[in-house]
């Protein structure tokens, strides 16, 4: 069902990035992390420009979802607010079309296809979260792909470990801009995460690029 405008918490703006334009920035400065079994993740912080200002027509001009899930016997809240849209629909904001449009060429090599659809989550506090996944819903689930994240507002980690369980392998605070890209087998052979912290954070915006058919 369609959430209420949120009532966040105010931002905490990066001072690196004062800029009213949102749009990408080069994506040269990418630095690649090989993962075990032929997983990857690209990591580029302040890769958008005008990023805050970018959260703040998102956070109050998206129509933000409230969903619920069964969890054994009860229903409970997601702990996050949610939109999605499909492939072929427009983006809440020319720049997000921007931002696809360049990932989309700069990773054609790997991808051999663009990116088409954008799932957006806005975590509103620190009790916000998502548990361990993989994105591994339709062809992901067999073969190789990329999943691009744009992380927009205060900082939140997010966690990688090989599925299964163990450790954390790998901890990127994101927030203000950053770009990171997962890919090679990683949705398959790998978990992420943004649990829950009791430190007193800001709300956060996820923009979640991925492919045709890839969920």
């Given at each position: ?9 105010g ?5 690196f990035?004062?800029?009213d334009?949102?749009?990408p ?21 302040g890769?958008?420009?005008g990023?805050?200002?970018l959260?703040q027509e998102?956070?109050h001009g998206?129509?933000?979802?409230a ?11 997601v702990?996050?607010?949610l939109?999605?849209y ?8 020319p ?5 696809r ?10 991808l051999r ?14 009790r ?6 993989g994105?591994?819903t339709?062809?992901?689930?067999t073969?190789?792909?990329?999943v691009?994240?744009?992380s927009l507002?205060?900082?939140r980690?997010l966690v ?10 790998l901890r ?24 829950k ?16 058919g890839?969920?």
């Amino acid at each position: 069902m369609t959430a209420a405008p949120p009532d966040l918490p105010g931002l905490q703006g990066s001072l690196f990035d004062q800029g009213d334009d949102p749009r990408p920035g080069p994506l040269d400065g990418l630095r690649r992390i090989p993962l075990a079994h032929g997983a990857w993740v690209d990591h580029l912080p302040g890769w958008f420009h005008g990023a805050d200002t970018l959260f703040q027509e998102l956070a109050h001009g998206v129509e933000w979802r409230a969903e619920e899930r069964r969890m054994y016997d009860d229903v409970v809240a997601v702990p996050r607010l949610l939109a999605h849209y499909r492939e072929g629909e427009a983006l809440p904001h020319p720049a997000l079309a921007e931002a696809r449009t360049a990932l989309g060429a700069h990773y054609a090599e790997e991808l051999r296809e663009g990116f088409a659809t954008a799932g957006l989550c806005l975590y509103r506090d620190g009790r916000d979260s998502v548990a361990w996944h993989g994105d591994r819903t339709g062809r992901s689930s067999t073969r190789d792909t990329l999943v691009a994240i744009l992380s927009l507002g205060d900082p939140r980690d997010l966690v990688l470990r090989p599925r299964g369980g163990g450790p954390v392998a790998l901890r990127l605070p994101l927030g203000h801009g950053d770009l990171v890209v997962m890919g090679g087998s990683c949705q398959r052979t790998w978990d992420h995460a943004v649990p829950k912290t009791s430190r007193a954070v800001g709300p956060r915006i996820s923009v979640q690029f991925r492919p045709r058919g890839v969920r």
